[in-house]
């Protein structure tokens, strides 16, 4: 019988359509195991006890002489300028017995790579807590994250050099801030900002701010750390110049020492700009700092505390096995065999006890109902510090992960994830709490 073409095609389909099936069958065999939840793990604990010495320090980024744009997918990665410099900002802490450094970066997120090497080159500063965070530009620069994940949809082609770049200048401020420890004083200071952020699903916005002011004892300004929840994407994908948006014209305006900033439960918090609050020929990306930035100075300082509790603890916990939002329930099993080895299978949460604040770091984008779980979970003074010392996505509530909703397509390890870190929240707040000083 002769074939026409028509049939041939048809045939050449079902064929292609037969091995799909076949392929898909296949990696649906449970080749990776599950991972049941176990208690995670305290791993390190330090509390200090004394006068508390603080030492701050920003050095730029060096984007090299052809810096690529991250931040959105892209089919040219290539930056075309910078239109903001860019900086890595570190703040050393520390009492007798506990040393403690945190670090903003106007990059988009930290990778555990990211992570490790800057460990790695400052073991010698005898830290017992690194909280390397990211100001989470997406105009930032990319080619740092060696990842599928990154290469398609976040940072961009890896580039080495771009790396060991970056490395190097989150490794100096370190240094420098180490270097220059002295005798300070610390306020804790909180406020709930309206109409500055929406949930962009709905459901509430944050709006929580929190500063610290750390100062000498001639009152002369240290740092100011500044913790806040809203997407920096004003510039957009259209944008080729790098920036760090609306974080980065924040930072580059204190006007009581250098800041560092911080996101917090970011998951679904996007930024708000009343159309009035921008004056004439000013980018809303610099507005939008600007009202943030009026904001935080005209918070009146509390009494600086000398001696305030300084503890840190660390936990990890068995992360979930991989189940992404965006793929459908009867692909998952499929997906989990093709991703579960390129995604990191544990998660590290920090918490750092601040005199009356307990910061809580974690590795994700939690939702702000998700977020607000976190804290009641872990005390009335604890607020989170997020994309922290890692990248595990999304996190989104059980619930509207398994109804499809908020930012559950956005999420790497199914309805879980949140359970799990919080245990992790919990376990670390606690140890830091009950150190003994």
């Keep these: ?70 931040g959105f997918p892209r089919w040219r990665w290539k930056a075309e300028g910078v239109r903001d410099p860019l900086g890595a900002r570190a703040l050393v802490l520390e009492e007798p017995g506990a040393r403690v450094a945190l670090v903003s970066v106007e990059l988009l997120l930290i990778p555990d790579a990211l992570d490790a090497a800057v460990r790695a080159r400052v073991a010698d500063l005898g830290l017992d807590a690194l909280l390397l965070a990211a100001t989470h530009t997406h105009s930032g620069p990319g080619g740092y994250w060696d990842s599928l994940a990154g290469r398609v949809g976040a940072t961009g082609p890896y580039h080495p050099a771009a790396f060991a770049r970056l490395v190097d200048d989150v490794v100096a401020a370190l240094r420098a801030a180490a270097a220059a420890r002295g005798p300070a004083t610390l306020a804790v200071l909180r406020a709930h900002l309206e109409g500055l952020t929406r949930n962009r699903n709905g459901a509430d916005a944050d709006g929580r701010l929190v500063v610290v002011r750390l100062a000498r004892p001639t009152g002369e300004p240290v740092a100011e750390l500044i913790g806040f929840s809203a997407h920096p994407t004003f510039l957009g994908k259209a944008n080729r110049q790098v920036s760090g948006d609306w974080p980065g014209r924040l930072l580059a305006a ?184």
Excluded: C
Excluded at 9 to 38: D, K, N, Y
Excluded at 40 to 55: D, K, R
Excluded at 263 to 290: F, K, N
Excluded at 358 to 370: K, N, Y
């Design 1 to 70: 019988m002769k074939w026409n073409p028509a049939r041939r095609a048809l045939s050449a389909l079902a064929a292609v359509a037969l091995a799909g099936a076949a392929a898909v069958a296949l990696l649906s065999l449970p080749w990776r195991a599950e991972r049941p939840f176990t208690p995670p793990s305290v791993t390190s604990v330090a509390a200090g006890n004394g006068p508390l010495q603080a030492g701050m320090a920003v050095r730029p980024l060096d984007l090299g002489p052809a810096p690529t744009i991250g």
């Design 254 to 437: 204190g006007a009581r020492g250098p800041r560092l900033f911080f996101q917090g439960a970011i998951g679904d918090q996007s930024v708000r700009l009343p159309p009035t609050a921008v004056s004439p020929g000013e980018a809303p990306h610099a507005a939008y700092a600007r009202l943030l930035g009026d904001s935080i100075d005209a918070l009146a300082s509390e009494p600086a505390a000398w001696t305030p509790r300084l503890a840190v603890a660390s936990a990890t916990v068995t992360l979930p096995t991989i189940a992404p939002g965006a793929v459908p329930g009867w692909l998952r099993p499929a997906t989990r065999s093709l991703l579960g080895g390129l995604l990191p299978a544990t998660a590290r949460v920090t918490a750092v006890r601040l005199g009356p604040l307990l910061l809580l770091a974690t590795p994700a984008e939690p939702v702000e109902a998700v977020g607000r779980a976190w804290r009641e979970a872990a005390g009335p003074d604890a607020e989170l510090l997020s994309l922290a010392g890692g990248y595990v996505g999304y996190v989104e509530t059980a619930a509207r992960f398994d109804a499809g909703e908020g930012e559950a397509r956005r999420s790497y390890y199914g309805p879980e994830l949140a359970a799990r870190l919080e245990a992790a929240v919990v376990a670390a707040a606690r140890a830091a709490d009950a150190a003994p000083r």
